[in-house]
């Protein structure tokens, strides 16, 4: 079992040739022409999806955007040892980030459109997830540059690393004296960058690939030493940034929930709340004269049974000029919004549970299927065929009831018009034919005779012994 596993997971069965990877990888680093132009129109492109808030724009920018090829070229250069291919890498890579940041300065400086969207302030703050996306977004895309197949997995890695829109939301704040959005944006791709390397490098050592170069042991330490601490040195403030996004988001909900309990409560004098989850800080409006000091400690009181402590309570009330209007009409909004969605949700219900009671009251009984019945006058004519004394035949579906109390059973009725009665013989003979050409047992189908009205009005005797019914020409 273990060796099928590692035969799974080898890395080794599609390998792309050394020195053709080796080719990939320098191609990517190079500087001018193609790289250098397609690079100016991402920037552009990236700079107006943020802009406009539009994120097709933006992935479409960070699809063509070459940015990732210096980065990988540091990686793998740092992993083969090739400190040549590490000085261009690294030189190229800052060209690349200047133009990128000079680009991106200008169009906003020009842009009529100044308030950030939220596509702008979503890469504002890195956590330690962003870590996690670029490192394991890095490894992806060096396992695909080592294949021979070149597959889907580089566009995807360029989208999810998000490479190109750190560098324009930094220049939008460069352009704007936002230093605070400058500086989030730009920790977030030094982020991106450098565990993109790292997991780089990490790929190429693991696939063994051929060194072209060497080092000396002390060498060779001090770039592990620099490397762990660069690493270090980036982790260390996402991890406290993760930290904090998560116990921001834990008080949000907890004071969201206290505050909706006692909006709920009846008697409650809290009309709608407001949180701060970065100052921790639960506001509370209120109508009426409530004892605003025993409604705050109430509240702390609930929060810190929840695990939240240095909670501030801010009661107001609804009648104080500085009362956020517009956040009051959204909340009564969204009051009115979740209680039709819940009365649409339990009509629809009822709608439906109407319906399943109309479709089992018409459905028909299990002993009242329809028999596979034929056409009556094709069966006429072959029962006169057999019986010229048949002048007419009804067929009709029924229920026979017995008397030793079981359940009704569906039978099918065969009524004869006959000159005369038949003959035992002619009459069971003729029953269990029908019983084949209907495909009914004897059990299942019930034979009634019964003169025809023409043979009851003859007074002739000798004439009724004479009477036929023949088949219609």
Known sequence: MRPNLLFLFDLRKDQQDPDVIDDMVRSGVQFGGTNLWVLFFAILIASVGLNTNSTAVIIGAMLISPLMGPIVGLGYGAAVQDLGLIRVAGKNLAIFVGLSLLTSVLYFTLSPLEQPQSELMARTFPTLWDVLIAAFGGAAGMVAVTRRNYSNIVPGVAIATALMPPLCTA??????????MFGGAFYLFIINGMFIGAATLAVAKLLRLP???ELDEATRKRHRLIIF????????????MAYRLVQQEVFAGVATRVARELEAEPGSHVLMHEVDAAGRTLRLIVIGSPDSASLQ?????RMLNNGQANVTVVVRDAGDDKLNVEKLRQELQEGVNRTLVEQVKSMDAQLKSLQQAVAQVNEPPATATEPPLVKVET???EVQAQQPLVCAVTLARGERSA??????????VVVLDVARYLSANDKDSLQRWLGVRLEKTQEAMQ???RLDSRSLNSRDKKQ???????PKS
């Open 211 to 213: 060194r072209h170069g």
């Open 297 to 301: 400690e109430q509240v702390q009181r």
């Open 171 to 180: 220049g939008f704040g460069i352009a704007h004296g936002r230093w605070d």
């Open 229 to 240: 601490v660069g690493l270090s040195v980036v982790l260390l403030p996402s991890v406290w």
């Open 403 to 412: 008397n030793d109390g079981g359940e009704p059973q569906a039978t099918l």
């Open 464 to 470: 009724r012994k004479q009477t036929t019914c023949s």
């Open 447 to 449: 034979l009634i005779e």
């Open 379 to 381: 069966l006429l004519h």
